[in-house]
């Protein structure tokens, strides 16, 4: 008899584009863990209600990251990749866990207090619940793993709480989820401008989406933050320097990251070649994957099958989970 595989399930946002920090930080990832893992990767669409609450370019905001994922190397045939509103089970389970939750622990994350900082007139009960339904989409499929971000690690904390609750309240049916990605640091793609990582809506010109054109690539890198160069051997890199480096190790070869820190160490670097190559090279690296995602986007037929396929695979998990939490409950009846 086949060893059931370990779970592991991850959201992302409909809302912005999808850019190269959510590549090399998540989707690079996820395209590994389908290799080896029973994986639900979900689009959350009810999450992007508690901030953008107009719906008109919802639909064409989520069909674009599952065309983005899927040409990234995402296989629909091997994972459900489904979209959160699709699944009413999430409804269910969020409002269960909602009774298991506190408005004092609610309040202190925070994220909620960033998001009370950024929309002062939008502080709606769905944005406090926020970790709730986070917890309730990694629950739902009695997940085991999750790979997050340093920013979502205070969520995953508050999930393993609910989970406990529940268990130690009405019997053991959730594992505590932890935080996986692959045993390596999380990379953190830093903006061109060097100040802070790339967005998904804020400082577009120092971020590189992932449906970038060519010349958009180009100029934006030629843009970035750059000096006169070392004078002295052995100098360190100040960060916009540094960030410039790691772009370069993401995407050229071996023998062009070398040629370029040797110019460094020796004094004689050419902050212009190096842009032109990191330019060519990301051109190389986005190009494919713009033009596979364009081409999904505008095949509505594979879309709806890629929904529908995931949606069934995420409904018949989410159906086993919720028969377990009704009958411990004792709400069978």
Do not use: W
């Amino acid at each position: 008899m086949q060893k059931a595989k370990t779970v592991v399930m991850s959201g992302i946002r409909s809302t912005g584009f999808l850019h190269l920090g959510n590549y090399f930080g998540a989707i690079r990832n996820y395209v590994r863990m389908q290799e080896e893992y029973d994986c639900f990767f979900m689009v959350a669409d009810l999450h992007s209600l508690t901030t953008h609450p107009e719906t008109k370019e919802l639909r064409q905001n989520v069909t674009r990251v599952i065309a983005e994922n899927v040409a990234c190397g995402l296989d629909p045939k091997k994972v459900a990749l489904y979209c959160q509103s699709h699944v009413p089970e999430t409804a269910e389970l969020y409002l269960l866990l909602n009774m298991l939750a506190y408005k004092g622990e609610l309040e202190k994350t925070v994220t909620f207090k960033e998001k009370v900082r950024q929309h002062p007139d939008n502080v709606n009960a769905g944005l406090l619940t926020y970790p709730v339904l986070q917890a309730a989409d990694i629950l739902l499929h009695r997940a085991k793993l999750v790979p997050v971000g340093k920013d979502q690690e205070q969520h995953l904390e508050m999930s393993r709480n609910f989970a406990n609750r529940f268990n130690h309240r009405y019997g053991e049916i959730f594992p505590e989820p932890y935080a996986f990605n692959f045993g390596e640091e999380l990379i953190k793609v830093p903006s061109l401008d060097g100040k802070g990582k790339m967005s998904k809506s804020e400082n577009q010109m120092a971020t590189l989406y992932l449906s970038d054109s060519d010349d958009d690539i180009r100029k934006k890198i030629m843009k970035a933050q750059t000096d006169s160069g070392p004078t002295e051997p052995g100098t360190p890199k100040p960060d916009y320097i540094q960030n410039l480096f790691l772009l370069l190790r993401l995407v050229s070869a071996d023998e062009v990251l070398k040629k370029f820190e040797k110019d460094y160490d020796h004094c004689n670097i050419r902050y212009g070649d190096l842009k032109k190559q990191l330019a060519e090279d990301m051109v190389r690296f986005i190009a494919p994957i713009r033009e596979k995602a364009a081409a999904i986007q505008n095949d509505s037929v594979y879309l709806q099958q890629i929904m529908e396929e995931g949606t069934a695979k995420a409904r018949k998990s989410a159906g086993e989970t919720m028969r377990l939490v009704k009958d411990a409950m004792g709400l069978a009846y």
